[in-house]
C-alpha cells in the first residue's frame, strides 16, 4: 500500500478538524478559531487552538501540535494506518489498495478479531453465572467492583475441556486454534481442548481497543498463576502493553505513565482514578514495549514490587533501555515499600498514598549507581576496579554519544567523591601556614568582591611546569569563540596553570575580567587580549587554531562547542589535581609513613588513565 502526500492532503482536506476534535473536547468559538483547555495536558484556562482553514491544533501550554492525523494517532492512541483508515471512511474516500499477500492478513485478522470478541462475551457471561459464584467472590476479596469488573471486562473460564469449543462451534476448530483459544494436541486423532479452564479471564486489547489476547488467573492453587494466550496473527506479546488503549489517552492528561507488573494492580490503580497504567505481559520488559512506552511519555515511570523479584525486574528493564536512551528520553522508578504492590497501596491507603509515592520517583542513572554500589562490598581496591568497570560499562552500552558521555562523567564524579582520601587540614585550610583568606578583586562597579579560592596548594606546587603549549592555544582559541564559558567556568580556569607565561597571562586576564564583570563579546576580548598582548599570540577574535576539538572549528554546533569546551577544563582540572595526589602519595611511599600509598598511588594512577582517555575521546569526537 502506497499513501502519496497528495490523498494523505486530500483526506486532511475532506475532515474538518474542529468536528473530530469536538467529538471527545468541549470547544468553544474563538474567532476564526476554536479554543479549549488542552486535552494532553491539565491546565485550568484554554491554550488549546484548533484552526479549521489551516487544518491544525496547537496548544501554546505544552506545545502539541498536528493535523487530523496527529490527532488520532496521539489523542487516541490509534497506529498511523489505523488512523487513516477511519478517517478515509468517516470522510467516503477509498484508501489505496493492498498488496494481495497484505490484503489477505488484513482480511484473516478481522475474522479472528469477530472470533475474539464472541470468545471475551462469553467469558463475561460465564462470569455472572452460578459456576462463576467463586470467581466473583475473587474478585470481591481482592476489592475489585463490579462496575470496574465490567470496565476491564473481566470474565470467567469454566473448568471444562469443551466448554468455549462447544459455546463458538460455529467459527470452527481452526480459527479457534489460530486464536490461541484451543490447543490441538500433537497425537493425531485426539479432539481440540480449551485452552482457559478454571480461570479468571482478562482480556488483552490492541491499540484500538480491540480483543487480540487474554490472561488467565487460576482461582486457588495450582500452576502457573497466569496464563497467557500464545503468540498469534493478532497477537505479538513483545510488542503489547496491558491496558495500553484505556492508558495512551489518560496518560496524555496526566502527563505521566506508569509501568507496573500485573494486569492486578493495573486495575487496581484504575479503581483509585489512576488510570495510566500498563503492565508487560508476565515477561520483562522488551525493547519494542519500551518504544511503545516512550511515544507515550519519554519519562516513564516503572513501579516494582520492593522484593527482591521485583528489583531484579527493575535491574533487567535498566539493561534494555541503556542502548536506547537519548536526551530527554529515559526511564524513572518507584521502589514500593517492602512486601506491598500497588493494590496494596492503594487498600491501606487510597489513591493520596500512591500519588505520594508517585511524586519523586528515582532517575534512571540514580537507580543503577544504587543497584551496583550494593551489589558487593566494597572493602578491596579490586572491588572499587571492578564497580568502576561496571558503571563504565553501563555508560558505553549508551548508544548516543552526548548521554553516554553524561553518564561516564557522572558516575566517576560519584566515584570520586565516595573513594576520595580524606583531605588535611591544611588543604582545607588553604596552606600549612594559616587559615585561608579570599583574595579581593574589583568588580564593574568598582566594588570589591572575593575572588576564587586558590588552587590545593600541592597543585600548585606540583604544577608549576603547566599544561603545554597547544592544549593552552586550544583552550585559550575556545573561549575566544565561546566567551560564555568564560565566566561558566570561572573558577575551575583559575586553577589551571599554562606552562607559557604569556599564555597564562591571557588566561589569568580573562578569568578576572569575567569576575570583575566585564562585556566578554567581540569588542571586549579584544581589548583584553590587547592589554596583555594577547593579539600577538593567538591572532584576532574567532580565528581558528587548529581541528584538535570541536570548540575550535568555526562550523561546530555552538552547543556542542560550549559543552565540550567546559568539559575539557574540567578534565584538565581534574588531571593537575590527580597529579598532585599522586606526588603526594608517591612522596609518602618513600618515606614509608604510610602503609596504604601504594595502594592510593595505584588508584590514582588508573584515573589519571580515565582523564587522558576522556581528553582523546573529545578530540576523536569532534569529527563527527
Not at 376 to 403: C, F, Y
Given at each position: 500500500?502506497?499513501?502519496?502526500?497528495?490523498?494523505?492532503?486530500?483526506?486532511?482536506?475532506?475532515?474538518?478538524?474542529?468536528?473530530?476534535?469536538?467529538?471527545?473536547?468541549?470547544?468553544?468559538?474563538?474567532?476564526?478559531?476554536?479554543?479549549?483547555?488542552?486535552?494532553?495536558?491539565?491546565?485550568?484556562?484554554?491554550?488549546?487552538?484548533?484552526n479549521d482553514d489551516k487544518g491544525f491544533y496547537h496548544c501554546f501550554g505544552c506545545g502539541a501540535h498536528g493535523d487530523a492525523i496527529r490527532w488520532m494517532t496521539d489523542q487516541r492512541g490509534l497506529p498511523f494506518m489505523d488512523a487513516v483508515k477511519e478517517l478515509a471512511q468517516a470522510a467516503g474516500m477509498e484508501?489505496?489498495?493492498?498488496?494481495?499477500?497484505?490484503?489477505?492478513?488484513?482480511?484473516?485478522?478481522?475474522?479472528?478479531?469477530?472470533?475474539?470478541?464472541?470468545?471475551?462475551?462469553?467469558?463475561?457471561?460465564?462470569?455472572?453465572?452460578?459456576?462463576?459464584?467463586?470467581?466473583?467472590?475473587?474478585?470481591?476479596?481482592?476489592?475489585?467492583?463490579?462496575?470496574?469488573?465490567?470496565?476491564?471486562?473481566?470474565?470467567?473460564?469454566?473448568?471444562?475441556?469443551?466448554?468455549?469449543?462447544?459455546?463458538?462451534?460455529?467459527?470452527?476448530?481452526?480459527?479457534?486454534?489460530?486464536?490461541?483459544?484451543?490447543?490441538?494436541?500433537?497425537?493425531?486423532?485426539?479432539?481440540?481442548?480449551?485452552?482457559?479452564?478454571?480461570?479468571?479471564?482478562?482480556?488483552?486489547?490492541?491499540?484500538?481497543?480491540?480483543?487480540?489476547?487474554?490472561?488467565?488467573?487460576?482461582?486457588?492453587?495450582?500452576?502457573?498463576?497466569?496464563?497467557?494466550?500464545?503468540?498469534?496473527?493478532?497477537?505479538?506479546?513483545?510488542?503489547?502493553?496491558?491496558?495500553?488503549?484505556?492508558?495512551?489517552?489518560?496518560?496524555?492528561?496526566?502527563?505521566?505513565?506508569?509501568?507496573?507488573?500485573?494486569?492486578?494492580?493495573?486495575?487496581?490503580?484504575?479503581?483509585?482514578?489512576?488510570?495510566?497504567?500498563?503492565?508487560?505481559?508476565?515477561?520483562?520488559?522488551?525493547?519494542?514495549?519500551?518504544?511503545?512506552?516512550?511515544?507515550?511519555?519519554?519519562?516513564?515511570?516503572?513501579?516494582?514490587?520492593?522484593?527482591?523479584?521485583?528489583?531484579?525486574?527493575?535491574?533487567?528493564?535498566?539493561?534494555?533501555?541503556?542502548?536506547?536512551?537519548?536526551?530527554?528520553?529515559?526511564?524513572?522508578?518507584?521502589?514500593?515499600?517492602?512486601?506491598?504492590?500497588?493494590?496494596?497501596?492503594?487498600r491501606s491507603g487510597g489513591r493520596k498514598a500512591m500519588e505520594t509515592l508517585l511524586e519523586t520517583p528515582e532517575p534512571l542513572v540514580d537507580r543503577l549507581w544504587r543497584h551496583e554500589e550494593a551489589a558487593l562490598p566494597l572493602d578491596t581496591p579490586e572491588a572499587r576496579a571492578g564497580l568502576k568497570q561496571r558503571?563504565?560499562?553501563?555508560?558505553?552500552?549508551?548508544?548516543?554519544?552526548?548521554?553516554?558521555?553524561?553518564?561516564?562523567?557522572?558516575?566517576?564524579?560519584?566515584?570520586?567523591?565516595?573513594?576520595?582520601s580524606p583531605r588535611r587540614d591544611w588543604q582545607l585550610r588553604g596552606g600549612a601556614g594559616g587559615t585561608f583568606r579570599p583574595r579581593k578583586v574589583q568588580d564593574r562597579r568598582g566594588r570589591w568582591v572575593d575572588a576564587p579560592p586558590p588552587p590545593h596548594a600541592a597543585t600548585r606546587a606540583l604544577n608549576q611546569?603547566?599544561?603545554?603549549?597547544?592544549?593552552?592555544?586550544?583552550?585559550?582559541?575556545?573561549?575566544?569563540?565561546?566567551?560564555?564559558?568564560?565566566?561558566?567556568?570561572?573558577?575551575?580556569?583559575?586553577?589551571?596553570?599554562?606552562?607559557?607565561?604569556?599564555?597564562?597571562?591571557?588566561?589569568?586576564?580573562?578569568?578576572?575580567?569575567?569576575?570583575?564583570?566585564?562585556?566578554?563579546?567581540?569588542?571586549?576580548?579584544?581589548?583584553?587580549?590587547?592589554?596583555?598582548?594577547?593579539?600577538?599570540?593567538?591572532?584576532?577574535?574567532?580565528?581558528?587554531?587548529?581541528?584538535?576539538?570541536?570548540?575550535?572549528?568555526?562550523?561546530?554546533?555552538?552547543?556542542?562547542?560550549?559543552?565540550?569546551?567546559?568539559?575539557?577544563?574540567?578534565?584538565?582540572?581534574?588531571?593537575?589535581?590527580?597529579?598532585?595526589?599522586?606526588?603526594?602519595?608517591?612522596?609518602?611511599?618513600?618515606?614509608?609513613?604510610?602503609?596504604?600509598?601504594?595502594?592510593?598511588?595505584?588508584?590514582?594512577?588508573?584515573?589519571?588513565?580515565?582523564?587522558?582517555?576522556?581528553?582523546?575521546?573529545?578530540?576523536?569526537?569532534?569529527?563527527?
Amino acid at each position: 500500500m502506497t499513501l502519496s502526500p497528495a490523498w494523505l492532503d486530500e483526506l486532511r482536506a475532506r475532515t474538518l478538524l474542529s468536528a473530530l476534535i469536538g467529538k471527545s473536547t468541549k470547544l468553544q468559538r474563538a474567532g476564526r478559531e476554536w479554543k479549549a483547555c488542552c486535552p494532553f495536558h491539565n491546565e485550568k484556562s484554554p491554550s488549546f487552538t484548533v484552526n479549521d482553514d489551516k487544518g491544525f491544533y496547537h496548544c501554546f501550554g505544552c506545545g502539541a501540535h498536528g493535523d487530523a492525523i496527529r490527532w488520532m494517532t496521539d489523542q487516541r492512541g490509534l497506529p498511523f494506518m489505523d488512523a487513516v483508515k477511519e478517517l478515509a471512511q468517516a470522510a467516503g474516500m477509498e484508501v489505496p489498495a493492498q498488496d494481495p499477500l497484505a490484503r489477505e492478513k488484513a482480511e484473516r485478522a478481522a475474522t479472528l478479531h469477530d472470533v475474539m470478541a464472541q470468545a471475551e462475551g462469553w467469558f463475561v457471561e460465564q462470569l455472572g453465572r452460578a459456576e462463576g459464584a467463586h470467581a466473583r467472590a475473587y474478585l470481591q476479596k481482592r476489592g475489585i467492583s463490579d462496575a470496574l469488573a465490567r470496565q476491564f471486562r473481566i470474565g470467567f473460564a469454566p473448568d471444562t475441556r469443551t466448554g468455549l469449543r462447544a459455546a463458538l462451534k460455529e467459527a470452527g476448530d481452526d480459527k479457534l486454534v489460530e486464536c490461541g483459544l484451543l490447543i490441538r494436541p500433537e497425537e493425531g486423532g485426539r479432539e481440540p481442548y480449551d485452552r482457559f479452564r478454571g480461570r479468571l479471564m482478562i482480556p488483552i486489547r490492541d491499540a484500538r481497543g480491540r480483543t487480540i489476547a487474554f490472561g488467565g488467573r487460576i482461582l486457588g492453587d495450582g500452576e502457573p498463576k497466569y496464563l497467557n494466550s500464545p503468540e498469534t496473527v493478532l497477537f505479538d506479546k513483545g510488542r503489547t502493553l496491558f491496558n495500553l488503549d484505556k492508558a495512551a489517552a489518560a496518560s496524555r492528561k496526566a502527563d505521566r505513565v506508569i509501568v507496573v507488573e500485573g494486569y492486578m494492580d493495573v486495575i487496581a490503580l484504575a479503581g483509585a482514578d489512576i488510570e495510566e497504567a500498563v503492565a508487560p505481559l508476565g515477561t520483562a520488559l522488551t525493547e519494542g514495549q519500551l518504544e511503545r512506552l516512550w511515544r507515550m511519555d519519554p519519562q516513564p515511570i516503572l513501579c516494582f514490587d520492593g522484593d527482591n523479584a521485583g528489583q531484579k525486574a527493575a535491574v533487567r528493564a535498566i539493561g534494555r533501555a541503556l542502548p536506547f536512551l537519548a536526551p530527554g528520553r529515559t526511564l524513572r522508578f518507584l521502589t514500593l515499600p517492602q512486601g506491598q504492590d500497588p493494590d496494596d497501596v492503594i487498600r491501606s491507603g487510597g489513591r493520596k498514598a500512591m500519588e505520594t509515592l508517585l511524586e519523586t520517583p528515582e532517575p534512571l542513572v540514580d537507580r543503577l549507581w544504587r543497584h551496583e554500589e550494593a551489589a558487593l562490598p566494597l572493602d578491596t581496591p579490586e572491588a572499587r576496579a571492578g564497580l568502576k568497570q561496571r558503571l563504565t560499562e553501563h555508560s558505553r552500552a549508551i548508544a548516543d554519544r552526548d548521554v553516554s558521555s553524561q553518564y561516564f562523567n557522572e558516575f566517576r564524579e560519584r566515584i570520586d567523591e565516595k573513594f576520595a582520601s580524606p583531605r588535611r587540614d591544611w588543604q582545607l585550610r588553604g596552606g600549612a601556614g594559616g587559615t585561608f583568606r579570599p583574595r579581593k578583586v574589583q568588580d564593574r562597579r568598582g566594588r570589591w568582591v572575593d575572588a576564587p579560592p586558590p588552587p590545593h596548594a600541592a597543585t600548585r606546587a606540583l604544577n608549576q611546569t603547566g599544561i603545554g603549549g597547544i592544549e593552552a592555544r586550544a583552550i585559550l582559541a575556545g573561549l575566544i569563540r565561546q566567551p560564555a564559558v568564560i565566566g561558566d567556568h570561572a573558577e575551575p580556569l583559575s586553577h589551571l596553570h599554562f606552562a607559557d607565561p604569556a599564555l597564562d597571562r591571557v588566561r589569568t586576564a580573562l578569568v578576572e575580567a569575567a569576575w570583575r564583570g566585564e562585556a566578554l563579546e567581540d569588542e571586549g576580548i579584544s581589548t583584553i587580549l590587547l592589554r596583555v598582548g594577547g593579539l600577538d599570540l593567538l591572532g584576532k577574535p574567532g580565528r581558528a587554531n587548529g581541528l584538535a576539538f570541536s570548540f575550535q572549528r568555526g562550523n561546530a554546533d555552538p552547543e556542542r562547542a560550549r559543552r565540550d569546551l567546559g568539559e575539557v577544563i574540567d578534565v584538565m582540572v581534574r588531571r593537575s589535581e590527580l597529579d598532585a595526589r599522586i606526588a603526594e602519595a608517591t612522596a609518602r611511599l618513600a618515606d614509608g609513613t604510610d602503609e596504604h600509598a601504594w595502594e592510593e598511588q595505584q588508584h590514582l594512577q588508573r584515573e589519571k588513565l580515565e582523564t587522558e582517555r576522556r581528553l582523546s575521546e573529545l578530540r576523536e569526537q569532534a569529527e563527527f
